[in-house]
C-alpha cells in the first residue's frame, strides 16, 4: 500500500436481524484503501460485498447493527452525527449502483437530477450548473449532452443511464467513489467502456474506488489490490497481480476457475462450484468455505481459520490448506 | 446488442403514436363538459339568468318554457338557475374537500413511509381510528353544534378523505424510499428535506393526482348524498343533492326534476374519472421504464 489511507475499515461487522434470526452480513471485515487507489471486492451472491458498501456508506437498513469503525480521512463515519455525516457524504463520498434502471429518478430529467446536485453541492448558478452539466455529460461520453440533459431515464439506454449515474456521482468530485457491481446489468460490450470510463476518471480526478463485482475478470486488469469475500468474511486479500500470480485460498481458485475460457475447446465442462454458499442465519463452527472445499479436512470443520499473511504482508489468505505457491505460480 | 438498441429505439419512437391515440373523443368530450360547467359556474351571477331563490308562484313546477329553460320546480323556482348555481357548490366542495385529503393525506402518508418506526405507527392508527368512523355520524354531529355551511361540509368530506390519500401516499412511498436513486441521493448528502421533496414528491405525486380526480368524484356524489339527507348547505341555496332530494317528492308528477340534477352529476363526475385516467397516462414518465 502506498500513498496515505483514505478509508480503513476496522473489525466492521454487521447484523441484520431477521425472522429466522440475527444474519450476519459482513463479519469481521478490515480494509483499507489509499486515497487515489483502487480496491476490488470480489465475491458471489449473498457474500455481503453490498452491505460492506452500505456500511461504508453508513447507509445500511434501519434496523441493521453495525459494529467496527469506519475510518475516513481521520474521521469514524459510523460514530459522527448526521449533520457531519451529511456533509462528508456530500464533499467526499460517492456511489454507483448496479442498475441503472432504479439509481436515476424515474420522472425527473437528466439534466433537473444534475443541475440540482451540483446547486446542492457547489452553489452553482442556474447557467453555470447548466454548463457544468453539459461538460460532465461529455466527459463520460454521452453524445449530444445538451439534448441529453432534457430526456428522460427512460429514454436512454442501459449504459447511457450508467454513465449519466457516473457522472451525477463524480459532480461533487468524491474523494472515494463505491462502485456496486456498476457493469452486472450491462451488455459485455458496454462493460468494458463503462469500467475503462470509471478507470479514466478515477485516474483524471485522482480519486480512490472501491469496485464491487462477482467477477474477477473485472478486477483482474483495473485494480490495485483485490479482496475475496466469502459468506461475509474476506477470505483472501492481496495486491490484484500478486493475486492472480499465486492465489492461495482454494475458493479464490475455484471463482477462477468458473470463468469461461476464451481458448478452451469446445463443450468443455465449466468446473463449477458445487453447492451453496452456507445460510448466513446459521454460522458453521469452523470454516465456512468448508462443505464446497476440495481440500477439506476435520480441522476446516471445527476451527475458523483468520487472515494470515502469505510470503509478502500485503497477501493475506484465511485458510488451512492453502495452495502450495509452486501449483499456484503453475496455473 | 444491435437488436436490443433497435428495440429501445422503437418503443421510444412508438411511445408518442400510442399516447395520442389514447386521448380520444370521450377525453375530449369530458373536458368539454367540465369546462363548460366550470365557466357556466363561474359565470352564474353574471349570466343573465333568473333568480335561483326568487320564487314564482303562478309557475309553479312550469314545464319547460322560453321563460323557464328547464321549467321551474314544485316552489316555483327557476331550474336551470337552481341547476347552474348549484354547480358552483358542487364543484367547491368537489374541488377543495380533496385538497384538504391530498395536502394533510399526502403529506403524513409521505413522512410515515420514509421516516417510519413510531411516527409511522401512530399515523396508520389515528387514520385507522378515523376511517372506523361513521361519516355520517360525524357529519350529523357537526352541522348540528356548527350549523350548516359550505366550509364545515367541506371540511367534513376533507377530513374523512384524509385516510385514503394517506394511505395511497405511504403505499408508494414505501416501495420508493429503498430504491437506489433515493439512496444515491443520500450517499451524495441530500437532507431529508431535499430527498422528501425532490426524490419522492415528484413520484408520489402522480399516482396522488389520480387518486385526487377520483376523490373529485366521490366527493361531489358525498356532497349531493349528504345534501339529499338535507346535512349539506341550507336551503334555499341550491346544490345537486339537494335539487335530487327535492325533486323526490315530485318524482311521479315531475320525474325531470329529479332526473336532471343527477344527469348533470354523473356526467360531471364520468368526466372527472375520464380526466384523470387519460392524464395520469399521459403524463407517466415510467411508461415501460420500471
Not at chain 1, 476490488?40 to 452500505?54: A, Y
Not at chain 1, 481521520?74 to 464533499?91: E, F, I, P, S, Y
Not at chain 2, 359550505?150 to 394517506?166: D, E, H, K, N
Request: charged residues 20%; aromatic residues 6%; neutral net charge.
Amino acid at each position: 500500500m502506498s500513498g496515505p489511507v483514505l478509508l480503513s475499515v476496522d473489525g466492521v461487522a454487521v447484523d441484520l436481524p431477521t425472522p429466522r434470526g440475527n444474519l450476519r452480513a459482513v463479519d469481521h471485515v478490515d480494509l483499507t484503501v489509499g486515497a487515489g487507489r483502487t480496491l476490488g471486492i470480489v465475491g458471489e451472491s449473498g457474500s455481503g460485498k453490498t452491505m460492506l458498501s452500505r456500511a461504508i456508506l453508513q447507509l445500511l437498513p434501519k434496523k441493521a447493527r453495525l459494529s467496527g469503525r469506519v475510518l475516513f480521512d481521520g474521521q469514524d463515519l459510523a460514530r459522527c452525527d448526521a449533520t457531519v455525516l451529511r456533509k462528508l457524504r456530500a464533499r467526499s463520498l460517492a456511489v454507483v449502483f448496479q442498475d441503472p434502471m432504479t439509481s436515476l429518478n424515474p420522472v425527473l430529467t437528466i439534466g433537473t437530477q444534475l443541475i440540482e446536485t451540483l446547486q446542492a453541492h457547489l452553489a452553482l448558478e442556474f447557467q453555470a450548473a447548466w454548463q457544468r452539466s453539459v461538460d460532465l455529460l461529455a466527459a463520460v461520453g454521452i453524445p449530444a449532452p445538451e439534448q441529453r440533459l432534457l430526456q428522460y431515464p427512460h429514454q436512454l439506454s442501459g449504459g447511457m443511464r450508467q454513465r449519466v449515474a457516473i457522472a451525477i456521482a463524480l459532480s461533487c468530485e468524491p474523494k472515494l467513489l463505491i462502485a456496486d457491481e456498476p457493469t452486472t446489468a450491462l451488455d459485455v460490450t458496454i462493460q468494458a467502456q463503462i469500467l475503462d470510463l470509471l478507470a479514466r476518471e478515477q485516474r483524471r480526478r485522482h480519486m480512490a474506488m472501491i469496485l464491487i463485482t462477482h467477477d474477477l475478470g473485472v478486477v483482474a486488469g483495473r485494480t490495485d489490490e483485490v479482496a475475496v469475500m466469502y459468506a461475509g468474511r474476506v477470505v483472501e486479500r492481496a495486491p490484484t497481480a500478486a493475486l492472480f500470480r499465486k492465489m492461495r485460498m482454494p475458493y479464490t481458485e475455484a471463482l477462477l476457475a468458473a470463468i469461461p475460457k476464451l481458448d478452451a475447446a469446445p463443450h468443455t465442462p465449466l468446473p463449477a462450484i458445487s453447492g451453496r454458499p452456507p445460510d448466513p442465519t446459521r454460522p458453521l463452527g469452523g470454516c465456512s468455505f468448508a462443505p464446497r472445499c476440495r481440500y477439506v479436512d476435520d480441522r476446516c470443520r471445527q476451527e475458523k481459520p483468520v487472515l494470515v499473511a502469505a510470503e509478502s504482508p500485503d497477501h493475506q489468505y484465511a485458510c488451512f490448506h492453502p495452495i502450495p505457491i509452486a501449483l499456484a505460480e503453475a496455473m | 446488442m444491435a437488436t436490443l438498441e433497435l428495440a429501445i429505439s422503437d418503443d421510444v419512437a412508438a411511445a408518442p403514436a400510442r399516447r395520442r391515440r389514447s386521448l380520444g373523443p370521450l377525453f375530449w368530450a369530458a373536458i368539454g363538459w367540465i369546462a363548460l360547467v366550470l365557466a357556466v359556474a363561474i359565470l352564474a351571477p353574471v349570466l343573465p339568468l333568473p333568480s335561483p331563490i326568487d320564487m314564482d308562484m303562478l309557475e309553479r313546477r312550469a314545464p319547460f318554457s322560453v321563460e323557464h329553460w328547464l321549467g321551474t320546480h314544485g316552489p316555483g323556482r327557476d331550474e336551470l338557475a337552481r341547476a347552474i348555481f348549484g354547480a358552483r357548490i358542487s364543484l367547491i366542495v368537489g374541488l377543495c374537500a380533496p385538497v384538504i385529503g391530498l395536502t394533510i393525506g399526502g403529506a403524513l402518508g409521505l413522512l410515515a413511509g420514509y421516516f417510519r418506526g413510531r411516527f409511522e405507527a401512530l399515523v396508520v392508527g389515528s387514520m385507522d381510528v378515523l376511517l372506523a368512523f361513521p361519516p355520517l355520524i360525524l357529519a350529523l354531529a357537526v352541522t348540528a353544534y356548527l350549523g350548516q355551511s359550505i366550509l364545515y361540509l367541506t371540511l367534513i368530506i376533507g377530513v374523512l378523505g384524509i385516510p385514503a390519500f394517506m394511505r395511497v401516499a405511504r403505499a408508494s412511498t414505501l416501495t420508493l424510499a429503498r430504491r437506489e436513486f433515493v439512496i444515491a441521493a443520500e450517499a451524495l448528502g441530500a437532507t431529508h428535506l431535499r430527498i422528501l421533496l425532490r426524490e419522492l414528491l415528484p413520484n408520489v405525486m402522480l399516482p396522488l393526482i389520480a387518486f385526487f380526480l377520483l376523490g373529485v368524484a366521490v366527493t361531489i356524489v358525498a356532497e349531493g348524498v349528504l345534501s339529499f339527507l338535507g346535512l349539506g348547505v341550507p336551503p334555499p341555496i341550491p346544490s345537486w343533492g339537494s335539487m335530487i332530494g327535492e325533486g323526490r317528492e315530485s318524482l311521479d308528477v315531475a320525474p325531470r326534476l329529479a332526473f336532471m340534477p343527477a344527469i348533470a352529476m354523473f356526467l360531471t363526475v364520468l368526466s372527472f374519472n375520464l380526466i384523470g385516467d387519460s392524464l395520469r397516462a399521459l403524463t407517466d414518465p415510467r411508461q415501460g421504464a420500471l
